[in-house]
Nanobody
Framework: QVQLMESGGGSVQAGGSLRLSCPVY????????MGWFRQAPGSRREGVAI??????????GDSVKGRFTISLSQDDAKNTLYLQMNNLQPEDTATYYC?????????????????WGQGTQVTVSS
């Protein structure tokens, strides 16, 4: 398993923005699925957005569509998974995790994702 580390969390007011980052290794052979998930206190972990490295296709959770953008930056030195979060709302408050899963993974099956970070806290006040 690969150890991931998220960064970029913080406290913002409603309507604000944050960008989360997660350095990743992109295999030229496996075409992994990479994603962002979140977990609020007392709630189940849920999918926020995923990106398929094979074709760049993205999928978003219904509650974040139009506000969040997942992207993957690739260069010779490093690769980074991002989550740009705009128009944040109090219900977005949670610990956010990046994760890597096999090709074709979906947000509905968290158990498919084999590598997880420790999480970064996002707090949105009204």
């Amino acid at each position: 398993q690969v150890q991931l580390m998220e960064s970029g969390g913080g406290s913002v007011q409603a309507g604000g923005s944050l960008r989360l980052s997660c350095p990743v290794y992109i295999s030229p052979y496996r075409k992994d699925t990479m994603g962002w998930f979140r977990q609020a206190p007392g709630s189940r972990r849920e999918g926020v957005a995923i990106i398929y490295t094979g074709d760049g296709r993205t999928v978003y959770g219904d509650s974040v569509k139009g506000r969040f953008t997942i992207s993957l930056s690739q260069d010779d030195a490093k690769n980074t998974l991002y989550l740009q979060m705009n128009n944040l709302q109090p219900e977005d408050t949670a610990t956010y995790y990046c994760a890597i899963g096999p090709p074709g993974s979906t947000m509905n099956y968290l158990s498919d994702f084999r590598s997880w970070g420790q999480g970064t806290q996002v707090t949105v006040s009204s």
